[in-house]
Nanobody
């Protein structure tokens, strides 16, 4: 399984970015695909997740109403639309895939992307 992220960068506070995670090399029917982030000195934290087939979603409380995770049924990618960005959203963002487990627990995830930097300036 390979996960390749794209779309990070620098944006001003209040702006938007869209991250994309392209998944390949596996059958993802029952998988959860999630985004995590890690800021310097902090632990990796769950941001949002989506069931590959069910399209069920979960969000961390600190992104509800601002971020939206989605998957186009015809596409092998998961997107994270990030609006109303804040400086505290600055982190390296990772895409991850899990067959089973707790959505918000990084230990549930078997496959990770390389990560990409998102920087929000004040």
């Amino acid at each position: 399984v390979q996960l390749v992220e794209s779309g990070g960068g620098l944006v001003q506070a209040g702006g938007s970015l869209r991250l994309s995670c392209a998944a390949s090399g596996g059958t993802f029917g029952t998988y959860i695909i999630s985004w995590f982030r890690q800021a310097p000195g902090n632990e990796r934290e769950f941001v949002a997740g989506i069931g590959w087939s069910s399209h069920a979603t979960e969000y961390a409380h600190f992104v509800k109403g601002r971020f939206t995770i989605s998957r186009d049924g015809a596409e092998t990618s998961v997107d994270l639309q990030m609006n109303s960005l804040k400086p505290e959203d600055t982190a390296v963002y990772y895409c991850a895939a899990a067959a089973v487990g707790t959505w918000s627990d990084a230990r549930s995830y078997d496959f990770w992307g390389q990560g990409l930097q998102v920087t929000v300036s004040s």
